[in-house]
């Protein structure tokens, strides 16, 4: 059979779905057709124009507005503004005959089955024996879709569910038709893992599919617990929330940004279809979602839905909460619980649940029916819309951004203790779980050499997940392949000769304990492995340094050892670049300050596309001082050709310093000179990132890697960069742009990245430039003014601008 392979799809439909998916695939190199209907009338503008119907931008206004507004809005749904290239946009009637040149269509129009039909029955007209065709549904069965196509149609189409927005949200729900062959679902699998970055998973033809399903009970749930608990909106989010490793915007938040109207459309679906559900009844609307339906309070599109955002007379803006007794909106109140105290010292989430469930307070019960309802609804899903229980966990983990699924959950609080809850609120857990009990089984999941089994039903024992050949662990591996630990960091055996550092403190954030381990990992590697990765799994690379022991040295005075802090920071990145052996750093999520400069000293760098890179020591006061600065000269200077550009080669570097740009994927931190093209590479799905990165140690390794010469080449501009950059801040401050400490620390930074005052250009060693950057960042660490950015940042979370 030939090898399938993806040059170019068409997504018919261009709404919030249509050009989300399109975007996505534009950021991973597919050629893109979008296409929609063409609009009926004209518009008041193009009246105005003296434009009619047959004009191509009135047939193409629907499709074109649809994919701007879509690369306008945020989070964007490009990894970098140029990707939007590779989408080219057309209409139903005029292009339509297009879609026999590509490799998968995907179908994205309104959720009418016999709207989806005729489309299917025109795609059909045009579509080449052997493409892919799929349907983005999340409701309609895909079974009824397919119905008076040809077979080849037939064979070749199933449903592909997206969340919304197709970047960011891992959940790839693959769900086969009657006659779907298996080397399509197999392709799509492997595709949606390995290119698009997904977590793929091959789910029934069942109303709302596996993440839905679930996902909306248990929102159902919540809405109808909160009056039986008599609790307010805020004690609801701040109860399912970080504390149990969901996002910030936990529950009601998240409905907001999702749209209430998305959750009732397939809440009522599923009240409508499955009436064979035991908590059929849970699916019925509380009485306030119907009136805020009715006021049409659909949360951010409409501006108001369980919280609205209002501006106050002195012109700032505040965030009110819906009282769901009055249905009145009124100010925040603070929320908090005895039983969430007791987790504030236990990091780990997974070790939180027991003691959550344990609970005296009203948080406790709470916790008690949240879990016993979601570990009895879980377990009688099966094999009602998945055969194997990982999969529902998967898809609540990449579809709603939960840290732990249910069986994890119930995993973590014991299956026993579980049941026990469960009885105690009138539930009773599936058959199959008792059974399992029985055969002496006690947890749902185990793992064993590196990799994760779960408890197959039909197999009445632990079952392997598949497809973890391609990803390691941490989690899994951390215990058995320890090569050194201290309270910051653990040093792994990743195999084949590879070592890798991962950060354990608190944020990931890079104080001494973390140094001490890069070197003692360095120290290792040299003498008995072949080379080094620098990764972990947390939820950032690294908040960068511990800014709360600068600010303690620098409030003391105590300038000696803060220079040997720096200094040893400076020394640390250095050896990750001159030690004997290949080191590769993986930043992902948040990579700033210090964990921006162990990016940037790396012999090569395997970045998650999801990375949020950058340089953001301004906003505390101070200028890189982890060779950052250094850093950025040196990079700088390597791209100087003539006079002409150089002064404004190093400009661009400098202010992607002095503006603390921060990268919005690891694509525009090659435009921000971060990453390096040619050198660094991005990988989309993050669970590859590490074994990608080790593969890269290993293959520098196997072609001989020599300890490279430190550099004393740098070309530094002198008085010529001083006075360019000195005009500019003045310039800024005048303007108002900045203020006068913005300009002290930039005054600062620029003499650093100009080589010092040099009468005229000169070549200088990195230790020379590192000397400057130390004695800047120091001086600036005693400014009053730097302490108030640094304690601001450290209680607030937040810059402060004085």
């Not at 035991?278 to 949360?299: A, C, Q, S, V, Y």
């Not at 340094?545 to 803060?562: H, K, P, T």
Request: glycine share 8%.
């Amino acid at each position: 059979m030939a090898k399938r392979r993806i040059n170019k799809i068409a997504v018919i439909g261009s709404g919030i779905m249509g050009s989300g998916i399109a975007c996505h695939f534009a950021n991973i190199g597919v050629e893109v057709l979008l296409l929609d209907i063409v609009p009926r009338e004209l518009n008041e503008k193009e009246k105005a124009k003296g434009l009619t119907l047959e004009d191509k931008v009135v047939r193409n206004r629907i499709v074109n507005d649809a994919l701007q507004s879509s690369i306008k809005s945020k989070p964007a749904p490009l990894y970098h503004k140029d990707f939007a290239s590779r989408i080219s946009t057309g209409n139903l009637e005029d292009d339509i005959a297009k879609v026999k040149d590509v490799d998968w269509i995907i179908e994205v129009v309104v959720e009418r089955l016999d709207i989806k039909k005729q489309v299917f029955e025109n795609l059909e007209k045009h579509r080449t024996e052997g493409t892919l065709i799929t349907s983005n549904t999340s409701g309609i069965p895909i079974n009824l879709m397919s119905e008076g196509r040809s077979e080849d149609f037939q064979k070749h189409f199933c449903g592909t569910h997206f969340f919304n927005p197709p970047r960011y949200l891992e959940l790839f729900e693959i769900i086969p038709g009657p006659k779907t062959s298996p080397e399509v679902l197999d392709f799509l699998n492997g595709y949606g893992e390995k290119f698009l970055g997904k977590t793929s998973i091959v789910a029934k033809d069942t109303p709302a599919f596996i993440g839905n399903r679930v996902g909306i009970f248990s929102i159902m749930s919540l809405f109808h617990m909160v009056k039986e608990l008599d609790m307010t909106v805020e004690e609801v989010d701040k109860l399912t929330g970080p504390v149990i490793g969901r996002p910030k915007s936990a529950t009601f938040r998240t409905v907001d940004v999702v749209g209430l109207d998305t959750l009732v459309h397939v809440a009522n679906g599923i009240y409508d279809k499955c009436e064979e559900d035991e908590r059929h009844d849970l699916f019925k609307l509380p009485e306030f979602i119907d009136t805020m339906m009715t006021n049409k309070w659909l949360g951010s599109k409409t501006g108001q839905g369980f919280y609205k955002k209002v501006k106050k007379d002195d012109g700032s803006s505040e965030i009110l909460s819906l009282d769901l007794d009055t249905m009145d909106y009124r100010k925040k109140k603070s929320a908090s619980f005895a039983t969430l105290e007791l987790t504030k010292s236990i990091d780990n989430v997974a070790d939180r649940f027991k003691v959550l469930a344990n609970g005296k307070d009203k948080a406790g019960e709470f916790y008690r029916k949240n879990f016993s309802a979601l570990f009895a609804y879980a377990s009688n899903r099966i094999p009602e819309i998945s055969d194997e229980l990982y999969k529902i966990d998967d898809a609540m983990k990449a579809g709603f951004g939960w840290e732990h699924g249910p069986f994890e959950i119930w995993d973590a609080i014991g299956v026993e203790k579980g049941i026990e809850l469960m009885k105690a609120e009138g539930y009773e857990p599936a058959a199959w779980v008792n059974e399992m009990l029985d055969k002496g089984v006690k947890e749902f999941y185990d793992v064993r050499d590196g990799n994760t089994y779960y408890y197959g039903i039909p197999e009445k024992t632990h079952v392997k997940i598949p497809g973890q050949d391609s990803f390691i662990i941490l989690d899994n591996i951390r215990k058995n392949k320890e090569v050194f630990k201290n309270s910051g960091c653990v040093v792994e055996d990743l195999g084949d000769g590879i070592l890798n550092l991962e950060f354990r403190s608190k944020m990931n954030t890079i104080g001494g304990d973390v140094l001490n381990g890069l070197n003692r990992a360095i120290d290792i590697a040299e003498k008995d492995f072949d080379g080094l990765v620098v990764a972990n799994q947390g939820k950032n690379f690294s908040v960068g340094a511990n800014i709360g022991m600068i600010f303690m040295m620098a409030v003391e005075q105590e300038y000696d050892e803060l220079n040997a802090a720096v200094k040893y920071f400076q020394d640390s990145v250095m050896r990750l670049r001159y030690s004997s052996i290949p080191t590769i750093v993986c930043p992902q999520a948040m990579t700033l300050g210090g964990g921006c400069e162990m990016t940037l000293h790396a012999d090569k760098v395997v970045a998650a596309a999801e990375s949020y890179i950058g340089l953001v020591e301004f906003g505390v006061g101070v200028i890189p001082g982890g060779g950052g600065s250094k850093e950025m000269a040196l990079r700088a200077a390597d791209t100087f050709e003539k006079n002409d550009v150089e002064l404004n080669r190093l400009q661009e570097y400098f202010l992607a310093i002095g503006m603390a740009k921060v990268s919005t994927s690891a694509y525009e931190a090659y435009d921000t000179g971060i990453l390096k093209h040619g050198k660094d590479i991005v990988v989309v799905n993050k669970k590859r990132q590490i074994a990608i990165a080790k593969q890269q140690a290993r293959m520098m390794a196997d072609l001989g890697y020599t300890q490279p010469v430190k550099r004393t080449d740098v070309k530094v501009l002198g008085k010529q960069a001083m006075g360019m950059f000195l005009v500019g801040t003045d310039s800024m401050e005048a303007g108002k742009y900045i203020s006068e400490h913005d300009k002290k620390i930039a005054n600062k930074l620029a003499y650093v990245m100009a080589g010092g005052d040099l009468s005229e250009p000169n070549y200088v060693s990195e230790q020379y430039l590192l000397d400057l950057e130390r004695e800047a960042f120091l001086s600036l660490a005693g400014e009053r003014k730097t302490l108030e950015r640094l304690q601001h940042m450290i209680q607030k979370g937040k810059p402060l601008r004085n």
